[in-house]
């Protein structure tokens, strides 16, 4: 005769991730922020419900830290909110294995895309192209095994590399060394897939591209502006060069999923 044993109230009640993550309004905001980061007024209008509702559940996700929040650079009155994917993946993992350990999710690996994402092209954009924009496009290209087709560029180019973005990337076994910085108007006639803003100014100002490509918004503060000493400097590299790391690898396998969706339709 089955038996189950004794199971507990808390073994039968849900995960609170699932009760908090699984309301509407709010797996659609988490949906958007995953895509890009936006403003509070971005959110209203794409979800189509009014400020005090949506800035209710921000709250109760930023309490819970699936999202969070930052000042814009452009205008200190914005802020932009960011979704924490890797927490929101443990917590997703941790759900499937409570319910049962076969369903622990596995993160996919960076070789299973690279033969289908060989079409991708993608532009980074920041003010000076001396740091973030640069490391975004040497990451992709290396990560994706170059099947990746990155480029970057400046609102504002400034003559050189940073020398702390050259260092963080040699430490991840990549040499930026010979990388020159450009003007986003070299490329605003070529086609890309996926035009990305790190900087919250250059955003404000970016121009239109042929093609109609997708656009996203990482919201990140620049490095170079981060402390008053070299050491402390660097320190604001590394987290950078870190959350670059981090939203590449989600990128990648997206821009697959999207090539291999439409191929199937051509």
């Known amino acids: 005769?089955?038996?189950?044993?004794?199971?507990?109230?808390?073994?039968?009640?849900?995960?609170?991730?699932?009760?908090?993550?699984?309301?509407?309004?709010?797996w659609r905001l988490l949906g958007e922020l995953a895509r890009s980061d936006l403003m509070v007024h971005e959110l209203t209008?794409?979800?189509?419900?009014?400020?005090?509702?949506?800035?209710y559940h921000l709250a109760k996700l930023r309490?819970?830290?699936?999202?969070s929040a930052r000042r814009s650079s452009a205008d200190g009155r914005d802020a932009?909110?960011?979704?924490?994917?890797?927490?929101?993946?443990?917590?997703?993992?941790?759900?499937?294995?409570?319910?049962?350990?076969?369903?622990?999710?596995i993160p996919p690996s960076d070789a299973a895309p690279r033969a289908r994402a060989a079409r991708a092209r993608v532009l980074f954009l920041c003010?000076?192209?001396?740091?973030?924009?640069?490391?975004?496009?040497?990451?992709?290209?290396?990560?994706?095994g170059g099947t990746v087709k990155a480029a970057s560029a400046g609102?504002?180019?400034?003559?050189?590399?940073?020398?702390?973005?050259?260092?963080?990337?040699?430490?991840?076994g990549i040499d930026i060394s010979g990388y020159r910085t450009k003007h986003i108007e070299k490329f605003v006639s070529r086609r890309?897939?996926?035009?990305?803003?790190?900087?919250?100014?250059?955003?404000?100002?970016?121009?239109?591209?042929?093609?109609?490509?997708?656009?996203?918004?990482?919201s990140m503060a620049d490095p170079a502006a981060e402390g008053s000493d070299a050491e402390t400097n660097y320190r604001a590299f590394v987290r950078t060069a870190d959350e670059i790391e981090m939203r590449v690898g989600l990128l990648i396998p997206q821009l697959s999923s999207e090539n291999h969706n439409e191929r199937k339709r051509s």
Request: hydrophobic share 40%; with cysteine; proline share 8%.
């Open 1 to 26: 005769m089955y038996s189950r044993g004794v199971v507990t109230e808390t073994e039968l009640a849900p995960p609170a991730f699932l009760q908090l993550a699984g309301h509407p309004l709010r």
């Open 45 to 55: 209008g794409l979800v189509d419900e009014p400020q005090n509702l949506v800035s």
């Open 63 to 67: 309490d819970a830290r699936l999202v």
């Open 80 to 105: 932009y909110y960011t979704i924490d994917i890797a927490r929101f993946g443990d917590l997703l993992s941790a759900t499937g294995a409570a319910l049962h350990p076969g369903l622990r999710l």
């Open 127 to 144: 003010t000076g192209n001396s740091a973030r924009s640069q490391m975004a496009e040497a990451l992709i290209e290396h990560r994706s």
């Open 155 to 172: 609102s504002h180019p400034k003559p050189v590399l940073h020398p702390n973005a050259v260092r963080v990337m040699r430490e991840r």
């Open 192 to 218: 890309f897939d996926r035009v990305i803003t790190l900087c919250d100014k250059v955003r404000e100002a970016c121009p239109e591209f042929d093609g109609q490509p997708t656009a996203a918004h990482w």
